[in-house]
């Protein structure tokens, strides 16, 4: 039997005042957060808008294109659900978009798409002033108003902490993070659930002149090394350098795993899995994976008792989806067996691309797809929330031709990348 996954497209009316479940959820790409002010209601929607496209593409100039501008002038056309909430005693215009109109937007401008899997970052920084010096707690940054660590991770959809700065907290230093003492740092932010963390010293030598000197690094619980992947030295002020560090943590995530799609491009990979222990870990697993934008169609190849196997069909951003990878907590990459694990009993799981046919593993050769093609069996979870299967099978429509009603051919380069193999913890 068949299972085709669609998603309509969202229709909902826009509520002036809405649940607090959809209302100023920071972390939702195709979701705008502002400030009010008094602004009328079609500026605050463009304003909105223009922070979801700098969000989801990961790209901060996006909005100044002459295509972006025409894209700008209707945000209405793109809007899902609205509404205005206070906020730590401020008042917030909030704005969900369609996903389907942005991504097509993007991809027809050639832009990257940066979905869901963002990593979350905690900054721990030494601010240094004639008064004395003082490790920046979550509180304390709130007391100050410290709006581009508090406003700016928003415009650019990533997650920033600071430490609270509790008694376990304490153990850290002002003298560990100026001596940039990167393991015991590391080590206090296992606490944290963060991929990343920052060291930084912002240092006033003026009135109005700052010096921030910080270093970007990926958290890694295994390792008894941690090394940078930035490092930066800003002069300015405050606002300003504060400012720069915020816009190119976020410029290098996006660089790290924003996908572009490819028309022409395609990747097949074999993962291996050991340690899938019940029900509930498979779910955890197949849900990361339909959340990530690079990821086409998957198919379980073989699950035994002791270990899973998937294929997974990648379009483009093949660097941005072994990143992805990285950012789930359960898996630790494992260096490959001697042996291969044989494969059998295929069954498909999760066709989001196109519902239409299993992957061959083929280079260079002209692939026919049609929808009759398909055969969907034990089908384990819906398509998700996000509608990743109504964007993708609009694709799918246009590569197969089934607007005519037949099949076509294209050519496709397909390539196919050694196995990687992970242990779930």
């Known amino acids: 039997m068949k299972f085709i996954l669609l998603k309509c497209a969202l229709c909902v009316l826009c509520l002036s005042y809405a649940s607090s479940a959809l209302a100023l959820n920071f972390d939702a790409p195709y ?6 002010q008094k602004l009328d209601e079609k500026a605050l929607q463009t304003k909105a808008l223009k922070q979801v496209l700098i969000k989801v593409s990961g790209n901060s100039n996006i909005t100044a294109g002459p295509k972006a501008k ?3 002038k209707d945000p209405q056309r793109m809007l899902s659900q609205s509404g205005f909430q206070m906020y730590r ?3 917030y215009y909030f704005a969900l978009f369609d996903e389907l109109k942005i991504n097509d937007f993007l991809t027809m401008t050639h832009q990257p798409i940066w979905g869901m899997v963002r990593p979350n970052t905690l900054v721990w920084i030494v601010v240094q002033t004639k008064n004395g010096s003082a490790i920046l707690s979550d509180s304390s940054a709130l007391e100050a108003n410290d709006l581009p660590l508090i406003e700016q991770p928003h415009v650019r959809g990533i997650t920033l902490a600071l430490p609270i700065m509790d008694l376990e907290d304490s153990a850290i230093r002002v003298s560990d993070i100026r001596g940039k003492f990167y393991n015991v740092i590391g080590k206090a932010s296992s606490r944290y659930t963060v991929e990343y963390f920052v060291v930084a010293t912002l240092e006033q030598l003026a009135d109005s002149s700052w010096r921030l000197n910080w270093s970007l690094l990926h958290y890694e619980p295994l390792s008894t ?4 992947v930035m490092s930066k030295t800003f002069t300015g002020s405050r606002v300003g350098v504060e400012m720069k560090m915020v816009n190119q943590i976020a410029d290098f995530y996006a660089s790290q795993y924003a996908v572009t799609n490819s028309s022409t491009d395609h990747f097949i990979q074999k993962i291996y899995i050991n340690g899938i222990q019940n029900y509930n870990d498979f779910s955890l697993l197949i849900n990361f994976l339909k959340k990530l934008d690079s990821v086409s169609l998957f198919v379980l190849k073989q699950i035994n008792a002791d270990q899973i196997e998937l294929e997974v069909k990648i379009n483009g951003g093949y660097a941005s989806f072994k990143n ?5 907590s359960h898996l630790f990459m494992i260096a ?6 044989p494969i059998e009993n295929e069954k498909l799981v999760v066709n989001a691309a196109s519902q ?9 050769e002209v692939t026919t797809v049609s929808e ?5 069996s034990d089908v384990v979870a819906a398509a998700d929330d996000k509608g990743k299967a109504a964007s993708d099978k609009g694709k799918a429509g246009s590569e197969t031709g089934k607007g005519g009603g037949g099949e076509s051919t294209e050519k496709k380069k397909i390539i196919i990348a050694d196995p990687i193999y992970f242990n779930w913890q």
């Open 31 to 36: 979701m705008g957060n502002v400030i009010a």
């Open 70 to 72: 025409k894209f700008l």
């Open 89 to 91: 005693n401020t008042e």
């Open 225 to 228: 090394t941690n090394n940078p």
């Open 324 to 328: 992805a990878l990285k950012l789930n």
């Open 336 to 341: 490959p067996p001697n042996v291969d694990t």
């Open 356 to 364: 239409a046919s299993s992957v061959a593993p083929v280079t260079d």
């Open 372 to 376: 009759a093609d398909s055969a969907v």
